[in-house]
């Protein structure tokens, strides 16, 4: 029997006697942990900038050619990788109700697919997902292709932070031709806030002679910026070569060995010792809330004398179960009171992040033209926009973690208590990016403006030295009135320059704050729904522990007073019974503790 089977059967066991007990609540819990058993989901994001050979990859790693490539930017939406029988791919789609919904394409169409692909009929695509049969993915693995990051102007580097909580491994991937920059820098700092299991893999080292001199010039720039990443040099083309010719040298060139060690050691096994890990805590508290009702009605039974005593007890407990479920126990207050303070200082911090960048911005407009180089402002300003509100999501995520060990530890003083997964990476729309900026208007204008603008500068100043100079006996028009003119003439077009340029950079500042702005309610506004998500998601997870335990602290009260009023004569039939039932759930406990220990049986 495999360890999955021996999983499920321990699972199905413990479900069995539940269901005995009339204990159905306990039951969704054992069918969630049979469902990852059977069908175990392993995510492995593959991230980047553009043109990184990120798709490539993704066909190399699964042996399948599913991930369109070329000089362009070719993925335009999330492509997952599945293992499937059979080739099989779909789209999924966000209907308006904030469902999703699937739609079969054929396996010619999955290269190339956009977010306007006509099978979705309008609506948004949130994913592509392809099956195929490869020996990688069959134990579970998840292959993600994702749209570049980073570069001009591109809108998909938050979106593509907003996948990584709920990945299982990050893979960042660069080309060898060029040594890491600080936004890659910076965005695999951020990655590696998001997710354990990250590794750098250096592309392309079949292209670049000096690969090698860029992979050590890298591996300075990560020890600088102390960024504990493994480094893997991998060539995509030498390992579709390899698999195709059946050539080992090859494969070990390719450098694909070291990461399948890094997907075996830090993606699938502890995956695996997570998941038999998490069978046993699921057993073990199902097995505790049916022994709690056993051990009361045993005692009861064994001696009625101290039954009074117990059923003290029992009421007491009771009494700080139902003070769990009410709104005013402590573990709320906690959850309520760190959801707003955190709302509050997720917001603070973007806000004072983004006028830090505002500032800058104007600053360098006030000693420069905007006119002359307003596309690398441009540039600028959205490289670090993206960069402010990827740390405001990294730190946001670590906050959101640590209230909810703080609401744990509240909820469950007497004892460790499990802590839901808090996949922010569900919610449809997060990070989505803001309108992109605008032009400005460069008010510079041409030779004939600028004579027309001395000119009219220039006309009060002939006239009136002109005038004046009449009084000498000179004409109108004179030398000296001519000198005039053009002195005032020069400093009518010199104010006129300043003015326009004045007007520049107004303009530009209006336009770099608007853009900020529109990034706060955005991001802002993202902030509080995955806020609220954390809150549903650990109100739900606490109160339905809270209920299991009142119902099981209920049944026991219950078992105990009937036990107390059993017959005599009834009384030896009954113990029987309870100690049978009671050694099944202490076997079924001992067998979930080694689970837990690491003492594993197949």
């Not at 990120?54 to 993925?75: H, M, P, R, W, Y």
């Not at 995509?236 to 080992?248: E, F, K, P, T, Y």
Request: hydrophobic share 40%; proline share 4%.
């Amino acid at each position: 029997m495999s360890l999955a089977d021996s999983l499920v059967a321990l699972l199905d066991e413990a479900a069995a006697v539940a269901q005995s007990a009339d204990r159905d609540d306990l039951v969704p819990r054992l069918k969630g942990a049979r469902d990852r058993v059977l069908d175990p989901r392993r995510r492995i994001i593959v991230v980047g900038p553009l043109k990184q050979g990120k798709s490539q990859f993704v066909n190399a790693l699964t042996g399948f050619d599913v991930c369109s490539i070329g000089d362009d930017e070719t993925t335009a939406v999330p492509t997952h990788v599945y293992a499937s029988a059979v080739p099989k791919a779909n789209l999924v789609v966000a209907e308006g109700t904030g469902m999703q919904s699937s739609v079969d394409i054929p396996m010619d169409q999955v290269i190339g697919v956009t977010p306007d692909h006509p099978a979705g009929r309008g609506r948004p695509i949130l994913r592509l997902e392809v099956g195929v049969p490869s020996k990688l993915l069959a134990a579970g693995i998840v292959a993600i292709d994702t749209p570049g990051v980073g570069g001009h102007a591109s809108p998909h580097s938050s979106s593509v932070l907003g996948l990584i909580p709920a990945s299982d491994a990050v893979l960042v991937l660069s080309d060898s031709t060029t040594e890491l920059t600080d936004p890659e820098v910076t965005f695999l700092r951020q990655v590696s806030g998001l997710c354990q299991s990250v590794a750098f893999l250096q592309t392309k080292t079949d292209v670049s002679p000096h690969w090698r001199e860029i992979v050590a010039a890298n591996q300075r720039h990560l020890e600088k910026a102390q960024l504990d990443v493994p480094m893997i040099p991998i060539s995509s083309v030498l390992r579709q070569h390899a698999v195709r010719l059946q050539d080992q040298s090859l494969a070990e060139e390719s450098g694909f060995g070291p990461l399948l060690e890094f997907i075996r050691d830090r993606v699938i096994k502890p995956a695996d010792e997570n998941t038999i890990r998490g069978v046993g805590l699921d057993v073990r508290a199902t097995v505790e809330h049916l022994a709690v009702a056993l051990d009361s009605e045993l005692a009861a039974l064994r001696d009625p004398n101290s039954a009074q005593s117990a059923l003290t007890d029992l009421r007491q407990a009771r009494e700080r179960a139902e003070d769990l479920v009410k709104k005013t126990s402590r573990w709320q207050t906690t959850l309520g009171d760190g959801i707003t303070d955190l709302a509050a200082d997720i917001d603070h911090d973007l806000r004072d992040r983004l006028r830090r960048v505002t500032r800058e911005a104007e600053e360098w407009i006030d000693d420069n033209d905007p006119a002359d180089n307003w596309q690398r402002l441009v540039d600028w300003m959205v490289e670090r926009v993206g960069e402010v509100v990827g740390d405001n999501f990294v730190w946001a995520h670590e906050r959101a973690v640590w209230l909810a060990k703080q609401v744990a530890t509240h909820f469950g003083e007497s004892g460790a208590v499990a802590l839901p997964k808090l996949n922010v990476g569900e919610i449809d729309g997060i990070l989505e990016p803001v309108h992109e900026i605008g032009d400005i208007d460069d008010r510079h204008i041409g030779l004939t403006q600028k004579v027309l603008v001395g000119m009219r500068g220039s006309y009060g100043g002939v006239l009136m030295f002109g005038l004046v100079t009449t009084f000498a006996g000179l004409a109108l028009v004179n030398p000296i009135s001519i000198g005039a003119g053009v002195l005032l003439g020069t400093k009518a077009y010199r104010e006129d320059r300043g003015n326009r340029l004045t007007a520049r950079r107004n303009e530009a500042k209006a336009v770099m704050r608007r853009f900020t702005e529109d990034v706060s309610f955005q991001v802002s506004k993202e902030s509080k729904d995955r806020l609220r998500h954390v809150q549903r998601v650990l109100r739900d997870h606490f109160a339905e522990l809270a209920d299991q335990s009142l119902r099981s602290l209920n049944e026991s009260l219950r078992l105990a007073q009937e036990a107390a009023a059993t017959a005599s004569t009834s009384r030896t039939a009954r113990i029987a019974q309870v100690e049978q039932k009671l050694a099944a759930v202490r076997g079924l406990q001992a067998r979930a503790d080694r689970l837990i220990s690491g003492a594993v049986r197949t």
